[in-house]
């Protein structure tokens, strides 16, 4: 069995108490701004909260992360919650050219051609540009 190091979120944990909030009261108001976010009612009860308060979710899924943000009036970083970071982020490259980067491995010398027909092709056509 593997163990998961969690860290609480004490921030939540300090705004629920400030606010008067139990874990079964906050995912009732949660599930109701849900259910008018959504049109469909949430499914969160007092040991989805709990989870929140130990840290086992670091980021609520989008229409959860809105309806908490709705009902507490703050942003989710606000109330201790960490954005996940993309990994792989797109290169600023016209969808439109066909010598858009990819991600392949080839020999120095290959590389280096590669790079001189793009800049030749990028200065010749107007839809091979950055964006």
Not at 4 to 18: G, I, K, P, S, Y
Not at 79 to 103: D, M
Request: a positive charge; charged letters at 20%.
């Amino acid at each position: 069995m593997q163990c998961m190091d969690t860290t609480r979120n004490v921030v939540l944990e300090a705004w629920m108490a400030e606010h008067g909030y139990s874990s079964n009261s906050l995912a009732d108001d949660v599930n109701m701004a849900l259910d008018r976010l959504t049109g469909r009612p949430g499914g969160l009860d007092g040991s989805s909260v709990r989870g929140w308060k130990a840290g086992r979710v670091l980021w609520p899924k989008s229409a959860t992360r809105k309806a908490l943000e709705d009902v507490s009036g703050l942003p989710a970083v606000a109330l201790g919650y960490v954005p996940r970071v993309s990994v792989v982020e797109r290169p600023p490259w016209s969808a439109a050219c066909p010598w858009a980067p990819r991600t392949f491995s080839v020999s120095p010398s290959i590389a280096a051609a590669l790079a001189w027909r793009l800049a030749l092709f990028t200065s010749d056509d107007s839809t091979c540009t950055r964006v």
